[in-house]
Protein backbone atom coordinates (compact mmCIF):
# COMPACT_ATOMS: atom_id res chain seq x y z
CA UNK A 1 0.00 0.00 0.00
CA UNK A 2 1.20 3.59 -1.16
CA UNK A 3 2.88 5.77 2.05
CA UNK A 4 0.16 8.54 1.59
CA UNK A 5 -2.72 5.93 1.46
CA UNK A 6 -2.03 4.37 5.11
CA UNK A 7 -0.89 8.10 6.02
CA UNK A 8 -4.34 9.19 5.17
CA UNK A 9 -5.92 5.88 6.70
CA UNK A 10 -4.01 5.92 9.50
CA UNK A 11 -2.55 9.43 10.77
CA UNK A 12 -2.25 8.47 13.98
CA UNK A 13 -0.17 6.00 13.98
CA UNK A 14 2.53 7.50 14.90
CA UNK A 15 1.23 9.38 17.69
CA UNK A 16 -0.14 8.37 21.36
CA UNK A 17 -3.25 6.33 20.51
CA UNK A 18 -5.98 6.08 23.08
CA UNK A 19 -8.11 3.43 23.39
CA UNK A 20 -11.26 1.60 25.13
CA UNK A 21 -10.35 0.41 28.89
CA UNK A 22 -13.25 -1.72 28.00
CA UNK A 23 -12.73 -3.17 24.70
CA UNK A 24 -10.40 -5.46 25.80
CA UNK A 25 -12.55 -7.53 27.91
CA UNK A 26 -14.78 -8.30 25.28
CA UNK A 27 -11.44 -10.53 23.78
CA UNK A 28 -10.54 -11.93 27.10
CA UNK A 29 -10.38 -15.97 26.59
CA UNK A 30 -10.52 -15.66 22.97
CA UNK A 31 -7.43 -14.05 21.76
CA UNK A 32 -6.00 -15.44 18.81
CA UNK A 33 -8.21 -17.92 18.40
CA UNK A 34 -11.20 -17.50 15.49
CA UNK A 35 -15.22 -17.88 17.11
CA UNK A 36 -18.14 -18.87 15.51
CA UNK A 37 -20.78 -17.21 14.92
CA UNK A 38 -23.58 -17.76 17.24
CA UNK A 39 -26.33 -19.51 14.97
CA UNK A 40 -25.39 -21.07 12.36
CA UNK A 41 -25.75 -19.20 8.61
CA UNK A 42 -27.27 -22.46 6.68
CA UNK A 43 -29.82 -23.39 9.23
CA UNK A 44 -31.28 -19.92 9.12
CA UNK A 45 -30.44 -19.42 5.27
CA UNK A 46 -32.25 -22.78 4.93
CA UNK A 47 -35.47 -22.46 7.38
CA UNK A 48 -35.77 -19.19 6.46
CA UNK A 49 -35.11 -18.14 3.01
CA UNK A 50 -35.13 -21.41 1.29
CA UNK A 51 -38.45 -22.80 2.83
CA UNK A 52 -40.43 -19.58 3.63
CA UNK A 53 -42.14 -17.33 0.90
CA UNK A 54 -42.22 -14.21 3.11
CA UNK A 55 -38.61 -14.30 4.04
CA UNK A 56 -37.71 -15.03 0.38
CA UNK A 57 -39.99 -11.87 -0.66
CA UNK A 58 -38.98 -9.41 1.91
CA UNK A 59 -34.92 -10.36 1.19
CA UNK A 60 -35.58 -9.86 -2.60
CA UNK A 61 -37.79 -6.87 -2.36
CA UNK A 62 -35.29 -5.19 -0.01
CA UNK A 63 -31.77 -6.10 -1.98
CA UNK A 64 -33.34 -6.27 -5.49
CA UNK A 65 -34.33 -2.52 -4.69
CA UNK A 66 -31.45 -1.14 -3.41
CA UNK A 67 -28.92 -2.86 -5.84
CA UNK A 68 -30.85 -0.80 -8.48
CA UNK A 69 -30.06 2.62 -7.36
CA UNK A 70 -27.30 4.50 -9.03
CA UNK A 71 -23.94 5.46 -7.45
CA UNK A 72 -22.81 9.44 -7.81
CA UNK A 73 -19.32 10.49 -7.02
CA UNK A 74 -18.46 13.85 -5.73
CA UNK A 75 -15.15 16.13 -5.38
CA UNK A 76 -15.94 18.91 -3.02
CA UNK A 77 -19.29 19.53 -4.52
CA UNK A 78 -18.51 18.91 -7.48
CA UNK A 79 -20.26 15.74 -9.30
CA UNK A 80 -17.82 13.54 -11.26
CA UNK A 81 -19.44 11.17 -14.01
CA UNK A 82 -16.34 9.40 -14.28
CA UNK A 83 -13.89 7.66 -12.26
CA UNK A 84 -12.11 4.39 -11.36
CA UNK A 85 -14.06 4.09 -8.18
CA UNK A 86 -17.42 4.38 -10.08
CA UNK A 87 -15.75 1.96 -12.52
CA UNK A 88 -15.06 -0.39 -10.06
CA UNK A 89 -18.61 -0.29 -7.93
CA UNK A 90 -20.76 -0.77 -11.43
CA UNK A 91 -18.02 -3.43 -12.61
CA UNK A 92 -16.91 -5.01 -8.79
CA UNK A 93 -15.57 -8.16 -10.78
CA UNK A 94 -15.54 -10.31 -13.99
CA UNK A 95 -17.99 -12.47 -13.12
CA UNK A 96 -20.25 -10.18 -11.45
CA UNK A 97 -22.06 -7.05 -12.19
CA UNK A 98 -22.38 -4.32 -9.39
CA UNK A 99 -26.32 -4.75 -9.22
CA UNK A 100 -25.79 -8.78 -8.54
CA UNK A 101 -22.76 -7.64 -5.88
CA UNK A 102 -24.87 -5.16 -4.15
CA UNK A 103 -27.53 -7.77 -4.27
CA UNK A 104 -25.40 -10.45 -2.55
CA UNK A 105 -24.02 -7.91 -0.44
CA UNK A 106 -27.52 -7.13 1.39
CA UNK A 107 -28.92 -10.67 1.06
CA UNK A 108 -26.07 -12.16 3.29
CA UNK A 109 -26.54 -9.21 5.58
CA UNK A 110 -30.36 -9.45 5.79
CA UNK A 111 -29.70 -13.54 6.16
CA UNK A 112 -27.42 -13.84 8.72
CA UNK A 113 -26.80 -10.17 10.01
CA UNK A 114 -23.31 -10.44 8.67
CA UNK A 115 -21.44 -9.33 5.52
CA UNK A 116 -17.96 -9.54 4.39
CA UNK A 117 -16.61 -7.87 1.66
CA UNK A 118 -12.91 -8.75 -0.03
CA UNK A 119 -11.21 -5.93 -1.76
CA UNK A 120 -8.23 -6.91 -4.17
CA UNK A 121 -5.65 -4.17 -4.59
CA UNK A 122 -3.15 -4.02 -7.05
CA UNK A 123 0.84 -3.31 -7.05
CA UNK A 124 -0.12 0.69 -6.59
CA UNK A 125 -2.41 -0.12 -3.49
CA UNK A 126 -5.38 0.50 -5.35
CA UNK A 127 -8.89 -1.54 -5.41
CA UNK A 128 -9.28 -3.29 -8.80
CA UNK A 129 -11.91 -5.39 -7.82
CA UNK A 130 -14.44 -6.35 -5.20
CA UNK A 131 -15.99 -9.79 -4.11
CA UNK A 132 -18.44 -10.82 -1.49
CA UNK A 133 -17.66 -13.35 0.28
CA UNK A 134 -20.28 -16.01 2.56
CA UNK A 135 -20.98 -15.29 5.65
CA UNK A 136 -20.81 -19.02 6.66
CA UNK A 137 -16.83 -19.32 5.75
CA UNK A 138 -15.31 -16.85 7.73
CA UNK A 139 -14.44 -16.47 11.42
CA UNK A 140 -13.44 -13.63 13.67
CA UNK A 141 -10.16 -13.29 15.15
CA UNK A 142 -10.07 -11.54 18.12
CA UNK A 143 -7.37 -9.76 19.51
CA UNK A 144 -6.32 -7.72 22.92
CA UNK A 145 -7.10 -4.78 22.04
CA UNK A 146 -11.00 -5.27 21.17
CA UNK A 147 -10.98 -5.18 17.52
CA UNK A 148 -10.62 -8.17 15.27
CA UNK A 149 -6.68 -9.36 14.52
CA UNK A 150 -7.98 -10.70 11.46
CA UNK A 151 -10.44 -13.11 9.50
CA UNK A 152 -10.03 -16.52 8.77
CA UNK A 153 -11.62 -17.69 5.46
CA UNK A 154 -11.84 -21.55 5.32
CA UNK A 155 -13.96 -23.26 2.57
CA UNK A 156 -13.28 -27.38 1.43
CA UNK A 157 -10.44 -27.30 4.20
CA UNK A 158 -8.68 -24.46 2.42
CA UNK A 159 -7.89 -21.23 4.67
CA UNK A 160 -6.72 -17.55 4.36
CA UNK A 161 -6.41 -15.15 6.81
CA UNK A 162 -7.23 -11.39 6.56
CA UNK A 163 -4.84 -9.65 8.97
CA UNK A 164 -6.12 -5.92 10.25
CA UNK A 165 -4.02 -3.05 11.74
CA UNK A 166 -3.49 -3.85 15.10
CA UNK A 167 -4.68 -0.02 15.73
CA UNK A 168 -7.25 1.26 13.62
CA UNK A 169 -8.78 -2.14 12.68
CA UNK A 170 -8.36 -1.63 8.34
CA UNK A 171 -8.38 -4.57 6.40
CA UNK A 172 -8.84 -5.55 2.80
CA UNK A 173 -11.72 -7.67 3.60
CA UNK A 174 -14.76 -5.31 5.22
CA UNK A 175 -17.01 -6.54 7.63
CA UNK A 176 -20.70 -5.28 8.40
CA UNK A 177 -22.93 -6.17 10.61
CA UNK A 178 -26.49 -5.23 12.01
CA UNK A 179 -26.32 -4.28 16.00
CA UNK A 180 -26.16 -7.29 18.46
CA UNK A 181 -26.92 -6.73 21.90
CA UNK A 182 -25.02 -10.17 22.94
CA UNK A 183 -22.31 -10.52 20.71
CA UNK A 184 -19.38 -8.48 20.64
CA UNK A 185 -18.39 -9.86 17.07
CA UNK A 186 -21.48 -10.71 15.08
CA UNK A 187 -24.73 -9.09 13.86
CA UNK A 188 -28.08 -10.40 14.66
CA UNK A 189 -29.94 -11.95 11.86
CA UNK A 190 -33.32 -10.12 11.36
CA UNK A 191 -34.27 -14.17 11.13
CA UNK A 192 -33.32 -14.72 14.79
CA UNK A 193 -36.07 -12.13 15.75
CA UNK A 194 -38.48 -13.61 13.42
CA UNK A 195 -37.42 -16.98 14.40
CA UNK A 196 -40.92 -18.32 16.00
CA UNK A 197 -43.39 -16.31 13.35
CA UNK A 198 -41.14 -18.47 10.69
CA UNK A 199 -41.85 -21.67 12.67
CA UNK A 200 -45.33 -21.05 12.63
CA UNK A 201 -45.69 -20.44 8.86
CA UNK A 202 -43.45 -23.52 7.95
CA UNK A 203 -45.64 -25.50 10.27
CA UNK A 204 -48.92 -24.29 9.10
CA UNK A 205 -47.36 -24.64 5.10
CA UNK A 206 -46.15 -28.34 6.20
CA UNK A 207 -49.66 -29.65 7.96
CA UNK A 208 -51.75 -28.10 4.59
CA UNK A 209 -49.30 -30.25 2.62
CA UNK A 210 -49.78 -33.24 4.71
CA UNK A 211 -53.21 -32.97 4.83
CA UNK A 212 -53.54 -32.21 0.73
CA UNK A 213 -51.49 -35.59 0.31
CA UNK A 214 -53.87 -37.62 2.37
CA UNK A 215 -56.89 -36.39 0.57
CA UNK A 216 -58.22 -33.85 2.75
CA UNK A 217 -58.86 -35.67 5.32
CA UNK A 218 -57.42 -35.29 8.96
CA UNK A 219 -56.35 -37.95 11.40
CA UNK A 220 -58.92 -40.65 12.86
CA UNK A 221 -59.96 -43.77 14.29
CA UNK A 222 -61.99 -46.59 13.33
CA UNK A 223 -64.01 -48.09 15.89
CA UNK A 224 -65.10 -51.88 15.17
CA UNK A 225 -67.93 -53.31 17.87
CA UNK A 226 -67.88 -56.64 18.88
CA UNK A 227 -70.72 -58.59 18.45
CA UNK A 228 -72.34 -60.87 21.01
CA UNK A 229 -70.81 -63.80 19.65
CA UNK A 230 -67.79 -63.08 18.84
CA UNK A 231 -64.84 -61.74 20.69
CA UNK A 232 -62.74 -58.79 20.43
CA UNK A 233 -59.80 -58.48 17.22
CA UNK A 234 -56.20 -59.62 18.25
CA UNK A 235 -53.24 -57.59 17.78
CA UNK A 236 -52.34 -59.16 14.48
CA UNK A 237 -56.17 -58.52 13.18
CA UNK A 238 -55.43 -54.65 14.31
CA UNK A 239 -52.16 -54.10 11.88
CA UNK A 240 -53.25 -55.94 9.45
CA UNK A 241 -56.60 -53.79 9.09
CA UNK A 242 -54.35 -50.71 9.89
CA UNK A 243 -51.94 -51.87 6.98
CA UNK A 244 -54.85 -52.33 4.63
CA UNK A 245 -56.20 -49.07 5.50
CA UNK A 246 -53.32 -47.16 5.26
CA UNK A 247 -52.19 -49.07 2.01
CA UNK A 248 -55.50 -48.49 0.06
CA UNK A 249 -57.18 -45.75 1.31
CA UNK A 250 -54.50 -43.25 2.70
CA UNK A 251 -52.31 -40.56 0.65
CA UNK A 252 -53.08 -38.41 -1.90
CA UNK A 253 -53.68 -40.92 -5.08
CA UNK A 254 -56.30 -42.68 -2.65
CA UNK A 255 -58.14 -39.48 -2.25
CA UNK A 256 -62.29 -40.28 -3.08
CA UNK A 257 -61.77 -43.82 -2.62
CA UNK A 258 -64.83 -45.59 -1.22
CA UNK A 259 -64.25 -47.75 1.65
CA UNK A 260 -66.20 -50.96 2.75
CA UNK A 261 -65.52 -52.87 5.90
CA UNK A 262 -67.82 -55.82 7.00
CA UNK A 263 -69.32 -55.91 10.87
CA UNK A 264 -70.69 -52.57 13.26
CA UNK A 265 -67.57 -49.92 12.10
CA UNK A 266 -67.82 -46.41 12.98
CA UNK A 267 -65.00 -43.87 11.83
CA UNK A 268 -64.62 -41.09 14.08
CA UNK A 269 -62.12 -38.19 13.43
CA UNK A 270 -59.42 -37.16 16.09
CA UNK A 271 -57.81 -34.01 14.43
CA UNK A 272 -59.14 -30.67 13.71
CA UNK A 273 -59.86 -29.38 9.93
CA UNK A 274 -58.14 -26.27 9.14
CA UNK A 275 -61.18 -24.14 9.55
CA UNK A 276 -61.60 -25.24 13.08
CA UNK A 277 -57.95 -24.16 13.58
CA UNK A 278 -58.16 -21.14 11.46
CA UNK A 279 -55.24 -21.91 9.81
CA UNK A 280 -55.70 -19.12 7.32
CA UNK A 281 -55.70 -16.09 10.33
CA UNK A 282 -52.60 -18.10 12.01
CA UNK A 283 -50.48 -17.74 8.72
CA UNK A 284 -51.34 -14.40 7.92
CA UNK A 285 -50.60 -13.06 11.33
CA UNK A 286 -47.12 -14.89 11.25
CA UNK A 287 -46.59 -13.29 8.24
CA UNK A 288 -47.08 -9.75 9.23
CA UNK A 289 -45.03 -10.55 11.93
CA UNK A 290 -42.18 -11.85 9.91
CA UNK A 291 -42.51 -8.90 7.27
CA UNK A 292 -42.53 -6.17 10.58
CA UNK A 293 -39.28 -7.75 11.01
CA UNK A 294 -37.60 -6.96 7.89
CA UNK A 295 -39.53 -3.32 7.77
CA UNK A 296 -41.65 -4.69 4.63
CA UNK A 297 -44.90 -3.56 4.36
CA UNK A 298 -47.88 -6.90 4.62
CA UNK A 299 -49.15 -5.32 1.82
CA UNK A 300 -46.07 -5.78 -0.21
CA UNK A 301 -45.92 -9.46 0.37
CA UNK A 302 -49.38 -10.50 -0.41
CA UNK A 303 -51.04 -10.67 3.26
CA UNK A 304 -54.72 -9.78 2.71
CA UNK A 305 -56.81 -8.06 5.25
CA UNK A 306 -54.07 -5.27 6.20
CA UNK A 307 -54.73 -1.73 6.37
CA UNK A 308 -51.90 0.36 7.63
CA UNK A 309 -51.68 1.77 4.19
CA UNK A 310 -54.24 3.30 1.78
CA UNK A 311 -52.14 1.65 -1.44
CA UNK A 312 -49.53 -0.28 -3.16
CA UNK A 313 -48.02 2.76 -4.31
CA UNK A 314 -47.76 4.09 -0.36
CA UNK A 315 -46.79 1.30 0.72
CA UNK A 316 -43.72 1.29 -1.57
CA UNK A 317 -43.05 4.33 -0.36
CA UNK A 318 -42.71 3.57 3.21
CA UNK A 319 -40.46 0.71 2.06
CA UNK A 320 -38.07 3.06 1.07
CA UNK A 321 -38.69 5.48 3.06
CA UNK A 322 -38.06 3.28 6.57
CA UNK A 323 -35.86 0.05 5.10
CA UNK A 324 -34.00 0.61 1.94
CA UNK A 325 -32.85 4.71 2.17
CA UNK A 326 -31.60 4.26 6.18
CA UNK A 327 -29.52 0.33 4.77
CA UNK A 328 -28.04 2.72 2.14
CA UNK A 329 -27.18 5.15 3.71
CA UNK A 330 -24.98 2.43 5.97
CA UNK A 331 -23.72 0.97 3.16
CA UNK A 332 -22.08 4.66 1.91
CA UNK A 333 -21.43 5.59 5.03
CA UNK A 334 -18.81 2.45 5.45
CA UNK A 335 -17.33 2.61 1.97
CA UNK A 336 -16.72 5.91 2.30
CA UNK A 337 -14.43 5.07 5.67
CA UNK A 338 -12.86 2.04 3.85
CA UNK A 339 -13.16 2.11 -0.14
CA UNK A 340 -13.06 5.70 -1.21
CA UNK A 341 -9.63 7.10 0.41
CA UNK A 342 -7.50 4.17 -1.04
CA UNK A 343 -8.41 6.43 -4.44
CA UNK A 344 -8.33 9.77 -3.24
CA UNK A 345 -8.96 12.22 -0.48
CA UNK A 346 -11.49 14.68 -1.57
CA UNK A 347 -13.91 11.87 -2.55
CA UNK A 348 -17.38 11.31 -1.32
CA UNK A 349 -19.57 8.59 -2.54
CA UNK A 350 -23.21 9.15 -2.32
CA UNK A 351 -26.29 8.06 -4.79
CA UNK A 352 -29.16 9.26 -7.30
CA UNK A 353 -31.96 9.40 -4.87
CA UNK A 354 -34.17 10.85 -7.56
CA UNK A 355 -33.70 7.67 -10.20
CA UNK A 356 -35.85 5.98 -7.15
CA UNK A 357 -39.66 5.46 -9.05
CA UNK A 358 -41.17 4.92 -5.34
CA UNK A 359 -39.93 8.68 -4.07
CA UNK A 360 -41.50 10.24 -6.84
CA UNK A 361 -44.80 11.64 -4.99
CA UNK A 362 -41.96 13.14 -2.15
CA UNK A 363 -39.66 14.69 -5.40
CA UNK A 364 -42.39 16.39 -6.57
CA UNK A 365 -44.13 17.93 -3.15
CA UNK A 366 -40.53 19.01 -2.60
CA UNK A 367 -40.55 20.73 -6.19
CA UNK A 368 -43.81 22.32 -5.85
CA UNK A 369 -42.52 24.02 -2.52
CA UNK A 370 -39.56 25.39 -4.00
CA UNK A 371 -41.55 26.20 -6.99
CA UNK A 372 -44.04 28.30 -4.81
CA UNK A 373 -41.12 29.58 -2.70
CA UNK A 374 -41.21 33.78 -4.33
CA UNK A 375 -38.18 34.09 -2.18
CA UNK A 376 -36.22 32.43 -3.87
CA UNK A 377 -33.95 33.54 -7.15
CA UNK A 378 -34.15 31.14 -10.07
CA UNK A 379 -30.91 29.91 -9.49
CA UNK A 380 -31.55 29.73 -6.14
CA UNK A 381 -34.10 27.28 -7.49
CA UNK A 382 -32.53 25.29 -9.80
CA UNK A 383 -29.78 24.47 -7.43
CA UNK A 384 -31.79 23.29 -4.76
CA UNK A 385 -33.29 20.77 -7.04
CA UNK A 386 -29.57 20.03 -8.73
CA UNK A 387 -29.73 22.08 -11.62
CA UNK A 388 -26.67 24.80 -12.19
CA UNK A 389 -27.08 28.55 -12.59
CA UNK A 390 -28.47 30.36 -15.92
CA UNK A 391 -27.66 33.91 -17.19
CA UNK A 392 -29.42 36.33 -15.46
CA UNK A 393 -30.84 34.11 -13.34
CA UNK A 394 -30.28 35.91 -10.12
CA UNK A 395 -33.67 37.75 -9.78
CA UNK A 396 -37.11 36.99 -7.94
CA UNK A 397 -39.90 35.09 -9.68
CA UNK A 398 -42.01 36.75 -8.11
CA UNK A 399 -45.71 35.83 -9.45
CA UNK A 400 -48.63 38.30 -10.32
CA UNK A 401 -51.44 38.59 -7.02
CA UNK A 402 -54.74 37.75 -8.79
CA UNK A 403 -56.49 40.20 -5.96
CA UNK A 404 -53.80 42.76 -7.02
CA UNK A 405 -54.38 42.90 -10.36
CA UNK A 406 -58.20 43.00 -10.54
CA UNK A 407 -58.17 46.05 -7.80
CA UNK A 408 -56.12 48.02 -10.48
CA UNK A 409 -58.14 46.61 -13.16
CA UNK A 410 -61.14 48.30 -11.18
CA UNK A 411 -59.71 51.18 -11.09
CA UNK A 412 -58.75 51.84 -14.43
CA UNK A 413 -62.54 51.01 -15.12
CA UNK A 414 -63.91 53.42 -13.02
Not at 15 to 27: D, E, G, H, I
Not at 239 to 257: F, M, P, T, V
Request: hydrophobic share 35%; aromatic share 8%.
Amino acid sequence: MKDSLKTFLFPWRNSATKRSAVAPLAAYGTVGNPIWTPRRYDSLAAEGYQKNVIVYRCVNLIARGLSSVPWLLYRGSTEIESHPLLTLLNSPSPRQAGSAFMESVVGYLLLSGNTYIESVINEEGSPIELHSLRPDRIKIIPSATGIPAGYEYNVSGQRKIYTCDPITGYSTLLHLKNFHPLNDWYGMSPIEAAAQSIDQHNAVAGHNLALLQNGGRPSGGLIVRPTPHSRGMSEEQRDSLRSDLREIYSGQKNAGQIIILEGDCDWREMGLSPKDLDFIEGKNLSSREIAQAYGVPPMLVGVPGDATFANYKEARFHLWEDTILPLLEFLVAEFNLWLVPAFEENLCLSYNIDAIPALTSRREAVWSKITAADFLTINEKRHAVGYGPIVDGDVLSIPLNPNFTQGKNHEKNS
